[in-house]
């Protein structure tokens, strides 16, 4: 009975005394610095984007009146959409926290403020095997008609407490304007046809891209970014009769826009803690 009660004193007798001439419990080790970039934060953000929304059109020229060995003339071409640099303004709302010394992510929602205005023109002159001459023109406009918003994540690595370098993926919404016209015309027969398409809708998209941020103090900071978005294709279809001497005959006007544009923003943020 006696050995059973003496048995783990001796033991842990002995390991306190192995661990003296160790050299002791390890001491503790202080947490690593909290960086001031950790916490609920407000943003304002300001910068230049750059639209390069691809523009896909396809024209068929229905020609039922051609004529046996007169099949359907298919017209295709293809271009980008002419985009002027445009300023953009926003706002931000998140939540930033540093894992450990070096690992950290943020989420935020953001709305912004911007202008998209692109439009393209094409024109040509054809011919079908019975010598008919026409040509077709198409001109696209698509801009943005409110604000866009959405979220992001900003997983990054902390070289220092107060300097962040940070990836950015997030969802994003907003809604555009796309009018696509379609013009059929033979001057010789004073043939005309013309297919015009206007919608309106709320397209999604995905962003990616990489910032910078610093902290100026323990309330303010101060980002770069460089953030590249893409949408989801918005799609028109149309028809329209051909008038005069092709009566009967269609113009037909198929078109696929994807907007796209390109971020340079700055932004300062206030954290609340």
């Known amino acids: 009975m006696l050995k059973?009660?003496?048995?783990?004193?001796?033991?842990?007798?002995l390991a306190i005394c192995l661990n003296a001439i160790a050299g002791g419990p390890a001491k503790y080790v202080e947490p690593p610095t909290k960086s001031p970039l950790d916490g609920l934060y407000a943003g304002f953000v300001f910068g230049l984007v750059s639209g390069d929304s691809r523009n896909f059109t396809t024209s068929d020229v229905d020609l039922v009146n051609g004529g046996a060995g007169n099949p359907n003339s298919i017209e295709l071409f293809n271009n980008n959409l002419n985009e002027k640099v445009q300023p953009q303004f926003g706002m931000n709302l998140g939540y930033g926290i540093a894992f450990s010394q070096h690992i950290y992510t943020g989420a935020e929602f953001f709305v912004d403020t911007r202008r998209?205005?692109?439009?393209?023109?094409?024109?040509?002159?054809?011919?079908?095997?019975a010598g008919l001459v026409f040509s077709v023109k198409n001109d696209v406009t698509v801009k943005d008609t409110g604000a866009e918003y959405g979220v992001r994540l900003r997983p990054g690595y902390l070289f220092t407490p107060r300097f962040l370098l940070y990836a950015v993926i997030g969802y994003i919404r907003t809604?555009?304007?796309?009018?696509?016209?379609?013009?059929?015309?033979?001057?010789?027969?004073n043939d005309r046809g013309a297919s015009s398409l206007d919608i309106t809708k709320t397209d999604s998209g995905i962003e990616a891209g990489l910032g910078i941020e610093y902290s100026l103090g323990p309330r303010f900071s101060i980002r770069g970014e460089y953030v590249f978005t893409g949408y989801e294709p918005i799609d028109l279809n149309g028809t329209a009769p051909i008038t005069g001497a092709q009566a009967g005959d269609d113009i037909v006007n198929?078109?696929?826009?994807?907007?796209?544009?390109?971020?340079?923003?700055?932004?300062?943020?206030?954290?609340?803690?």
Request: aromatic share 14%.
């Open 175 to 189: 809604k555009f304007n796309v009018i696509s016209e379609t013009v059929y015309n033979r001057p010789a027969g």
């Open 116 to 129: 998209q205005n692109g439009e393209g023109s094409i024109e040509f002159n054809r011919s079908n095997n």
């Open 254 to 273: 198929r078109t696929s826009v994807t907007p796209k544009n390109q971020k340079f923003l700055i932004s300062f943020q206030y954290f609340f803690t």
């Open 4 to 13: 059973k009660i003496l048995k783990p004193i001796v033991i842990s007798s």
